[in-house]
């Protein structure tokens, strides 16, 4: 409650109440943490709890993440851990440094606790953030490195872009998420379609295997959108089990507009891709189908909407293995991550369902 009623109303008016430069000020003073061992330290042993599982074949101390983008160019990677996550993912990450799409391109919905964002994978490049890595802190928790699709290199060249920011980024990441799903650069999405995404799943993981050099490679997670049909999802699922994917992110933001207040109706016309409260039940839906559909065979990591502790949980009673907050951890908090963590505990004494390992 501290952090609604003290923290959040300053932060919200950071910048003139521009969302992006609240976010780029909050991410400066997490770096400035990062780089200080003994905060950093003594915050990890305070917040990060306890609560361990294995997915994918990776140890995490605690199952509840930071989902991609708010760290974009690896900056902060030792505070994640100091505000009590499990593990973090960095990115969306390109082969070719890029702007990102023309400011303003971040809004918030505040009655409905939702974000609207047209960012545009907007970062250094993937040679950068390796660079970045390399003299980063050392993380006490899981790192996740997701990459996407440079906005200049046209869907035919896709595969090789990809494959570019494989080969800087494997040495750095624990799990290799692929985003395919980001409504906000032009013709992504195609690559959900089953050809397209065969051929790429195919190629990274013939190059993953190659730079893993007879150890085991690192896991493929691939992000979904919540706005495939259930017909098309199905689809992309069996390519993802056919190629031998480790798991999928459920879900990325989504181009719908249900489920927000009335008076958010101005900024749900900007265009974008929305998270927040109103993707909640969508998202939960989809981890749901994903279980369903392949029989648990494939870990999901839940994301999109997650906003309660009460929220995670149900992503884990749906089917995920792990979860992830972005949107949830603006409008409610760091505390949110140790409620979360809290609330899968005592789940887990009670003998509820809890986080498949795998």
């Not at 998420?177 to 999405?189: D, F, K, Q, W, Y």
Request: proline share 7%; net charge positive.
């Amino acid at each position: 409650m501290l952090y609604q009623k003290l923290a959040r109303p300053v932060l919200f008016r950071t910048g003139g109440g521009d969302a992006e430069k609240a976010h780029e000020s909050t991410l400066r003073w997490l770096t400035r943490l990062s780089a200080q061992r003994q905060a950093r330290n003594a915050l990890i042993k305070i917040n990060q709890l306890n609560a361990p599982v294995t997915v994918c074949g990776i140890p995490f101390p605690n199952p509840i993440g930071l989902a991609a983008g708010m760290d974009k160019n690896g900056v902060a990677t030792g505070a994640w851990p100091a505000l009590g996550f499990g593990f973090a993912e960095i990115g969306t990450v390109t082969a070719q440094p890029q702007p990102g799409n023309p400011k303003p391109r971040m809004f918030r919905m505040r009655r409905s606790e939702g974000i609207v964002n047209r960012m545009g994978f907007n970062n250094n490049g993937a040679q950068a953030l390796a660079a970045q890595l390399t003299s980063a802190p050392a993380v006490n928790c899981p790192l996740g490195i997701s990459i996407g699709k440079s906005k200049a290199v046209p869907l035919e060249g896709a595969i090789e872009d990809y494959l570019v920011s494989l080969r800087f980024l494997y040495p750095f990441a624990d799990y290799i998420a692929i985003n395919v799903s980001s409504p906000n650069t032009p013709g992504l999405r195609q690559l959900q379609d089953a050809g397209a995404l065969r051929a790429l799943l195919g190629a990274l993981r013939i190059e993953g295997a190659r730079l893993a050099a007879g150890r085991p490679a690192r896991p493929l997670m691939v992000k979904i959108a919540p706005d495939l049909t259930e017909p098309a999802m199905a689809e992309l699922l069996e390519v993802c089990l056919e190629t031998g994917v480790a798991g999928v992110i459920a879900t990325n933001t989504t181009l719908g507009r249900d489920g927000v207040d009335p008076s958010d109706d101005a900024i749900a016309t900007e265009p974008g891709g929305m998270s927040g409260r109103p993707l909640t039940q969508i998202s939960r839906e989809i981890v749901r189908f994903v279980h369903r559909e392949t029989n648990g065979a494939l870990p999901i990591i839940g994301s999109g909407g997650i906003m309660t502790a009460d929220d995670a949980q149900a992503m884990f009673d749906a089917g995920a293995s792990l979860v992830q907050l972005y949107s949830g951890l603006v409008y409610n908090g760091p505390g949110l991550v140790r409620s979360s963590v809290r609330r899968y505990r005592s789940s887990a004494r009670k003998g509820a369902r809890t986080p498949q390992s795998s």
